[in-house]
């Protein structure tokens, strides 16, 4: 399964046990395909740096990140960019925008979220959207 991931699932699985921890685990082991918006990893890179800077998850949350990373499809902005103001025009919060707007352009299986915003979308142009146990369960399905 390949799936965009937003800046949300990838901070609850750095630094709280779960759910979002089970499916970081098992896109490292190769289970699942992450696919990361340049923009997502920036947030997580800001704010990693604002509010967990005194964490004392820090260190462990930044060796998981590392491995997330390089075990996940990286998607520079420039291959979805021209497709954000259009998202942003129809989203309740516009800053959810890379993350559909990422999907519309790579054409994964779907969104993993928890953001209540990308959740309730109205319109999604056809682009499943996830909770992470969801996905999880879509995953156990496959084994």
């Not at 949350?61 to 954000?84: I, W």
Request: hydrophobic share 45%; glycine share 6%.
């Amino acid at each position: 399964m390949r799936v965009v991931a937003d800046a949300n699932t990838l901070l609850s699985g750095l630094f709280f046990r779960g759910n979002e921890r089970r499916l970081l685990a098992l896109a490292v082991q190769g289970r699942v395909t992450l696919v990361l918006p340049e923009d997502v990893v920036d947030e997580v890179y800001e704010v990693i740096g604002r509010k967990f800077g005194e964490d004392p998850e820090l260190a462990d949350a930044t060796t998981r990140l590392e491995s997330v990373l390089a075990s996940s499809e990286f998607v520079p902005a420039e291959d979805y960019a021209p497709l954000v103001e259009p998202w942003a025009r129809r989203l309740r919060d516009p800053t959810d925008a890379p993350v559909l707007a990422c999907a519309e352009a790579v054409k994964p299986e779907g969104v993993v979220t928890g953001d209540r915003d990308i959740l309730e979308a109205i319109d999604t142009r056809g682009i499943p959207v996830y909770r992470t146990r969801q996905v999880l369960a879509r995953l156990q399905g496959r084994v």
